[in-house]
């Protein structure tokens, strides 16, 4: 068994410093190495827990909470945005509310800034934090996902002595089976000229999880054609993916809303949906040519 | 383990879990019984408190992270007996309720007042979103709001 962090003499700043290590425990981590260090020595015991939006829920999924949590909403650089003229990076602890706060005047990250701002409600937002949404294995809905696809974003994962920066495609495959003891630290989005959008399409207009979301990038030339275009389509399968067809489909063409949206009923026949209780699996696939037309309209007016 | 809270103002102790939800603190323990633990999944905002005066869920909020902090329910929004605005103005448009969303709403409309206290109808509509209430309207409750904006 680790050594309960709690105990030791360089972490007392951390709440629960009263358990014994047989007791469950929060370690609130004040620096990045301190958290690093208490999620090696915990191990498979030990979680990070972020806005706890997920966590939380544990038992309403009748899943069992960890027997340790590092808890890294209040290390400094995890709560930080950087804008710089290359890049953005983002701690993996900013919250939804903070991430569509900061990027609200950058029209090139609409989509992600939609995607944060729009997601649950007022309340989830001020909580739920970017790392989570993507280190949620379990939570097939989350906004942000498709968002950062059709961005490009790199995720940066920190364990003791080592640092890693890979693709978020490569993240999502390798995130089920993540060692115990890593953390992602950081999102890392290049700056570029694009039009951007989000569509999602919850049952309600707030609080709902959404059906299904299509997020979009493309980069348009003189004429208005599209050089380069990203999809991402999240909620509809367990884990958010390109729809790299419909991508080169558009390629080379004006970007038309309603011809992409037809492009997109020939092509919606590779997705398998997921079925829930609250949704059947087909509906879900239905109605992604209607939100790639929503967002081609959005990303035009962007 | 201890957890200490400060709790409208009175500093409080709990021998709890750490990971016990913040609401279950305050309604068990110290007996609170504002916030209500309705969906303990953030969607309600029935369990909604002030935690250093941003509105927040306390069915989502471990009670051990609620150290340090400044936690105020919706019994101790009113001091020494005084409405606030957005509590007279509810009472005076008729726009009270059972009891068992009303209170979320009331800590929502106090914290969008305060940052916003020219908030307009889409502003007050837009952070009521995360307070459900499945028995009746919120139109009423919107106009309270307004009166309180233009009571200030």
Not at chain 1, 157 to 173: K, M
Not at chain 2, 34 to 54: H, I, Q, S, T
Not at chain 2, 87 to 109: N, S
Request: charge should be negative; glycine fraction near 8%.
């Amino acid at each position: 068994m680790p050594a309960h962090p709690n105990h030791r003499a360089d972490r007392t700043e951390g709440t629960g410093a009263a358990n014994t290590p047989s007791a469950r425990s929060i370690y609130v981590a004040r620096s990045l190495p301190a958290a690093i260090d208490a999620l090696d020595e915990y191990g498979s015991a030990g979680a990070p827990f972020a806005g706890g939006t997920w966590i939380m829920r544990s038992p309403i999924r009748h899943e069992p909470h960890q027997p340790h949590y590092v808890a890294i909403g209040k290390i400094p650089e995890l709560t930080a945005i950087r804008i710089d003229a290359g890049i953005v990076e983002v701690g993996a602890a900013v919250t939804h509310a903070a991430l569509a706060s900061a990027l609200a005047d950058l029209p090139e990250f609409n989509v992600l800034a939609i995607a944060a701002g729009r997601s649950a409600n007022p309340a989830i937002r001020a909580m739920a934090t970017i790392g989570g949404n993507l280190s949620t294995s379990g939570f097939a809905a989350a906004d942000c996902v498709p968002a950062l696809l059709c961005l490009e974003a790199e995720v940066e994962i920190s364990s003791r002595g080592d640092q890693a920066r890979i693709g978020l495609e490569r993240f999502l495959q390798i995130r089920p089976t993540l060692e115990p003891g890593r953390l992602l630290t950081r999102v890392i989005l290049p700056r570029r000229v694009r039009n951007t959008a989000h569509a999602r399409l919850p049952l309600r207009k707030a609080g709902d999880y959404p059906a299904a979301i299509v997020s979009l990038a493309v980069s348009l030339d003189a004429a208005a054609r599209v050089q380069a275009a990203r999809i991402a389509v999240g909620s509809v399968e367990p884990v958010a993916r390109r729809w790299q067809r419909l991508e080169a489909a558009l390629v080379g063409r004006p970007l038309d809303p309603a011809q992409a949206a037809e492009v997109a009923i020939g092509l919606a026949d590779e997705f398998t949906g997921r079925d829930s209780v609250e949704l059947p699996a087909w509906y879900r696939v239905s109605v992604l040519p209607s939100l790639v037309r929503r967002a081609a309209v959005a990303a035009l007016d962007t | 383990m201890v957890v200490n809270l400060t709790v409208n103002g009175d500093r409080r102790s709990s021998a709890a879990d750490p990971i016990t939800p913040l609401v279950d603190i305050l309604r068990e323990e110290f007996h609170l019984t504002g916030a209500k633990p309705v969906c303990r999944e953030g969607f309600c905002g029935a369990c909604m408190v002030l935690v250093d005066g941003a509105p927040t869920l306390s069915c989502l909020m471990p009670a051990a992270l609620a150290e340090d902090c400044e936690i105020r329910t919706v019994e101790g929004l009113a001091v020494g007996g005084t409405l606030t605005p957005i509590q007279a103005a509810l009472e005076d448009c008729d726009a009270v309720q059972c009891g068992m969303c009303f209170p979320g709403m009331v800590v929502t409309l106090t914290h969008l007042l305060t940052v916003e206290p020219g908030a307009t109808r889409d502003d007050i509509r837009a952070a009521l979103t995360g307070n459900i209430c499945r028995c009746t309207g919120y139109e009423r409750i919107v106009e309270a709001a307004l009166l309180a904006v233009a009571v200030k």
